[in-house]
């Protein structure tokens, strides 16, 4: 079994900055992407960032652009979220995700991913 857990969440002022990490465990699985997505309350879960793990393509959406970056430690078979100048709009759960194998979908969406994490609270006051 896979397991994903995110850590890093917290509570942050506008401007701050935050870095969440998320850790495979488990058997050894090998990944095609990994993403970041976000769910804030009464909201759908939409997307963040994904890579894919051979190449490190990184893919971001608009409203995170330039202010986040995923990376990953394949040593530590982590992959990691710094958020920087945070917005209140930007609080939400945050998930990592896993997908373990190419099925031609769109890594900017939650259908190619396999497994998830439990989730991490992120919280920007004002």
């Known amino acids: 079994q896979v397991q994903l857990v995110e850590s890093g969440g917290g509570l942050v002022q506008a401007g701050g900055s935050l870095e969440l990490s998320c850790a495979a465990s488990g058997r050894t699985f090998s990944r095609y992407a990994m993403g970041w997505f976000r769910q804030a309350p009464g909201k759908e879960r939409e997307f963040v960032a994904r890579?894919?793990?051979?190449?490190?393509?990184?893919y971001y959406a608009n409203s995170v652009k330039g202010r986040f970056t995923i990376s990953r430690d394949n040593a530590k078979s982590t992959v990691y979220l710094q958020m920087n100048s945070l917005k209140p709009n930007d609080t939400a759960v945050y998930y990592c995700?896993?997908?373990?194998?190419?099925?031609?979908?769109?890594?900017?969406?939650?259908?190619?991913?396999?497994?998830w994490g439990q989730g991490t609270q992120v919280t920007v006051s004002s």
């Open positions: 890579m894919y793990w051979t190449s490190g393509n990184t």
């Open positions: 995700a896993a997908a373990t194998y190419y099925s031609g979908g769109d890594y900017s969406t939650e259908i190619p991913y396999n497994y």
